[in-house]
């Protein structure tokens, strides 16, 4: 088996020569505290000769300003236990079906021990007649309907979720439950819904959740909610005061135990592409309320399935423009990280060579916005490198997705190279 260490190189010695480096030197190797914090083992990549583990790292500008903004602060809290991290996953159905974000999710607070952050926000697909991630559980009452920004047939209010969930039923309620990579059901004392509402729908917390205070913003289509004690399961009714009819849409919740540390939150919709999330009318709106400090962005994959003499990097590139900017207005520090599209099959015909013109869109984009680029589409053999994906069992069949073991193993890659990026910044503070 083959292990990569992507942290410390064996030509830094001058490293342990620092009480703090050499104590973050214990990320990977044996856990140790350091400041009331601990470090994990640096995970087993496995050894799979198509993959070209040399190449798994960010690519940062030169420059690195928001990225050493973004370190400062994961410094603060890995050796001093103070600050939150908001992290923004935006994608497609490699985000939204679970195993690459869940992953993901658990690797980044795993970074630091103690430090897991809030669920944060969370959409209960179930509810919108879609796949959801296991880590999402939703029953209900009443009858709901799905809109996807994806679908052209679609155009719904949408807000930063890209997908909704509307009821015309006078009665009906929803309990969502959400739980951690190892089946833990998460608990908060905190929650922001947004949604849409009829003027004569009223909107009621069940009883069995001791409110203490409510916050109302109608602008931006949310109420805040907060409990008397921790929770692990949102329950919550809507009732017509008329026979009028009427409707109600749920957009997502975002779930808040107040506690420091690294908040991961998964935006995804199943064929969602750039211009998916521009059809979004209350999405910088609502985008405001997560307050994001590093952006992964994971659109394109959607973008590029078309015939190569079809994809327009120009227009593709104007589009995350527009998207950068939304998150720029919120943020003006926010670190982009551009992860390139996995290889993909064209109609499961051959190879779409389209990948190599998102890469490239999106090196300009990490140059014009100081971010970065993690280059998975080289990272898993480049074009083609599907097809031993899947022999493997790390893809699927169609030669689009990944399989879960796949996804992980993604998620295990893209935390090492952070990682790595993480240490060169504390290498050269020193």
């Excluded at 640096?42 to 420059?63: A, R």
């Excluded at 009714?237 to 997502?252: A, K, N, R, V, Y």
């Excluded at 209350?282 to 590029?304: H, M, R, S, W, Y």
């Amino acid at each position: 088996m083959k292990f990569i260490q992507l942290v410390i190189k064996k030509s830094a010695p001058l490293l342990v020569a620092s009480a703090m480096l050499s104590c973050f030197a214990a990320w990977v190797s044996a856990p140790e505290k350091c400041s009331g914090r601990s470090f994990p083992r640096e995970v087993d990549l496995g050894d799979y000769s198509f993959i070209q583990y040399e190449k798994n790292e960010l690519q940062l500008q030169p420059s690195g300003e928001k990225w050493n903004t973004l370190f400062q602060k994961f410094e603060q809290l890995a050796f001093n236990g103070q600050g939150n991290i908001s992290i923004v996953h935006i994608g497609g159905s490699h985000v939204q079906g679970g195993f690459l974000s869940d992953k993901l999710r658990k690797n980044f607070q795993e970074m630091v021990y103690g430090a897991e952050g809030e669920r944060g926000f969370v959409f209960p697909y179930d509810l919108a007649k879609t796949n959801s991630p296991r880590s999402i559980k939703c029953n209900w009452t009443g009858k709901w309907q799905g809109c996807r920004n994806a679908l052209s047939t679609d155009d719904c209010d949408w807000g930063m979720s890209g997908i909704n969930a509307t009821t015309y039923d006078t009665d009906a309620a929803v309990a969502i439950k959400t739980f951690n990579y190892d089946s833990v059901a998460c608990r908060f004392n905190k929650v922001r819904m947004y949604f849409t509402k009829g003027e004569n729908i009223q909107l009621n917390i069940d009883s069995s959740m001791q409110v203490i205070q409510v916050i109302e913003n109608t602008s931006s289509g949310f109420n805040e909610y907060t409990f008397a004690s921790e929770y692990d399961e949102l329950k919550f009714s809507i009732h017509s005061i008329d026979s009028l009819p009427s409707s109600f849409t749920f957009q997502g919740a975002y779930l808040s135990n107040n506690n420091s540390g690294i908040t991961y939150n998964a935006i995804g919709v199943n064929g969602a592409s750039t211009r998916s999330y521009l059809r979004c009318d209350k999405f910088d709106e609502q985008l405001v309320t997560l307050n994001p400090d590093l952006v992964i962005f994971g659109i394109g994959v959607n973008d590029a399935n078309v015939p190569e003499g079809d994809f327009n990097s120009v227009e593709y590139e104007a589009r995350y423009d527009s998207l950068c900017q939304m998150f720029l207005a919120v943020n003006p520090n926010a670190c982009f990280l551009f992860v390139t599209n996995n290889d993909t099959y064209y109609q499961k015909s051959y190879p779409n060579r389209n990948a190599l013109k998102v890469r490239d869109s999106m090196v300009k984009m990490a140059t014009k916005y100081d971010g970065a680029v993690y280059d998975l589409f080289e990272i898993m053999g480049g074009l083609g490198s599907i097809a031993k994906w899947q022999s493997a069992e790390l893809a699927a069949k169609d030669k689009i997705h990944l399989s879960k073991k796949g996804y992980e193993l993604q998620a295990d890659m893209m935390a090492s190279a952070f990682r790595e990026a993480f240490g060169n910044y504390l290498d050269k503070r020193q």
